[in-house]
């Protein structure tokens, strides 16, 4: 059985690397490398910090992806029965209605091979959205922005989706964030040339990765990582020097990568791109995955924006 960790840093190499060991030391001169050790600084203090969550309380017979204002958050193709919760406020941008969806698909088997259909009138989902400052209030005095419990179905089907709106009252960085929301709508363009602009992006990274080029990485996700840190209220010297030591450890790490059976998915409305597997096993995953000879796998998510027309690619989730 395969073991899938997600991790939500990028990683990305495709062959192993016998250069010498990258250390902290070596590297926290270097320009990037400071910027992003010094982020924390830039994220401001806000009177009220809510954290938005959803949580997902019951899955049964079916698997799924759920997306935040198409952001893919969560997803589960390999379990007939699913719970979990997730932070969401990465994904969103403003205060005000806010967009839910659950794109159903049917179960796989042991061997991974997707079902036809789902079976309606044997599923189950109930999710709720809550929100709250972690510190200041318990979680169970939380405020819940939604709770959905899908009515009783019939037949069977290949695929199905949900279509939830909730409210969020006070985002208090929104103003300080940009996101994808002023990015080029990218499904406009010509697919063939979008293609290989993304491919290239992706080598491109996993070329800094081979090359155990840290610097290089903090750069590319600098704009990235501001905007998390934003959104996360993280505003410690800790918080951004967590980051810089996981990308040290990664570079370092010598698990090959494998970058095959993609395909172009576009997410954000079509504001945001990332190339996904299409294989039977890592199904919708991001194609930044490394495989060890054990079977464990850890996966990497990115997301391109053109923050205008004309201009290059640049991550932004």
């Avoid at 395969?2 to 990028?10: A, P, S, T």
Wanted: a neutral charge.
């Amino acid at each position: 059985m395969k073991k899938i960790i997600v991790l939500l840093l990028i990683n990305c190499s495709i062959t192993g690397c016998a250069q010498k060991e990258i250390k902290k030391e070596d590297i926290m001169n270097q320009e990037n490398i400071k910027k992003v050790a010094n982020i924390y600084k830039e994220v401001k203090e806000y009177n009220y910090k809510p954290s938005y969550t959803l949580h997902i309380e019951k899955v049964s017979n079916f698997t799924f992806e759920a997306l935040v204002n198409d952001e893919q958050l969560i997803k589960n193709y390999n379990s007939k029965n699913f719970t979990g919760s997730m932070p969401i406020n990465e994904a969103l941008l403003h205060s005000g209605k806010q967009k839910l969806t659950i794109r159903m698909t049917p179960l796989k088997d042991d061997n991974f091979i997707m079902a036809k259909e789902i079976d309606m009138e044997n599923i189950a989902l109930k999710l709720s959205i809550n929100y709250g400052e972690y510190g200041k209030e318990k979680v169970k005095d939380f405020k819940e922005a939604l709770r959905y419990e899908l009515p009783k179905q019939k037949g069977k089907l290949p695929y199905y989706e949900v279509h939830l709106e909730f409210d969020v009252p006070v985002l208090p960085y929104e103003n300080d964030i940009q996101g994808w929301k002023n990015g080029v709508d990218l499904t406009k363009e010509d697919k063939d040339k979008l293609l290989k602009e993304v491919e290239n992006f992706y080598k491109e990274i996993i070329g800094y990765y081979d090359a155990k080029d840290v610097n290089a990485i903090a750069g590319k996700y600098y704009k990235r990582q501001l905007e998390l840190d934003k959104m996360g209220y993280r505003n410690k010297p800790e918080d951004s020097q967590m980051l810089i030591e996981e990308w040290i450890k990664d570079v370092n790490d010598v698990k090959p990568f494998v970058f095959e059976d993609y395909a172009m998915r576009f997410y954000g409305n079509g504001k945001m791109v990332a190339l996904v597997r299409t294989d039977k096993y890592y199904f919708n995953f991001s194609n930044l995955i490394r495989e060890d000879a054990e079977g464990n796998v850890q996966t990497y998510i990115m997301y391109l924006y053109r923050p205008k027309v004309g201009g290059p690619l640049e991550v932004i989730r």
